[in-house]
Nanobody, 122 residues
Framework: QVQLVESGGGLVQAGGSLRLSCAASGRTFSSYVMGWFRQAPGKERDIVGIISWSGSRTDYADSVKGRFTVSRDNAKNTVYLQMNSLKPEDTAVYYC???????????????WGQGTQVTVSS
């Protein structure tokens, strides 16, 4: 329903940081639960983090807790993923998604961005 565009990916050394952005075109952005997912070649698309409508609730995959932070700015129709202490195993295509439920299941999110590549070198 809402159009999403990710940006901010790139190549970074292990231990470095990246900040991904997801811009939404819909006028009802604030009503969506937003999620970040990632998918490595040959692997399933997995949750990275989610954030509630107000931003008061967040949840993260165990593999990124303490390193990644999801935030949102509803006035700017944008959600962010701050990634610190990056590891080679974080290498994947990162997608933002919009839904109406607080869930870590990718199938519950109806709108998806095109993805942005994050590559972490050792």
């Amino acid at each position: 329903q809402v159009q999403l565009v990710e940006s901010g990916g790139g190549l970074v050394q292990a231990g470095g940081s990246l900040r991904l952005s997801c811009a939404a075109s819909g006028r009802t952005f604030s009503s969506y639960v937003m999620g970040w997912f990632r998918q490595a070649p040959g692997k399933e698309r997995d949750i990275v983090g989610i954030i509630s409508w107000s931003g008061s609730r967040t949840d993260y995959a165990d593999s990124v807790k303490g390193r990644f932070t999801v935030s949102r700015d509803n006035a700017k129709n944008t959600v962010y993923l701050q990634m610190n202490s990056l590891k080679p195993e974080d290498t994947a295509v990162y997608y933002c998604a919009a839904g109406h439920q607080i869930t870590t299941s990718a199938r519950s999110f109806g709108s998806w961005g095109q993805g942005t590549q994050v590559t972490v070198s050792s």
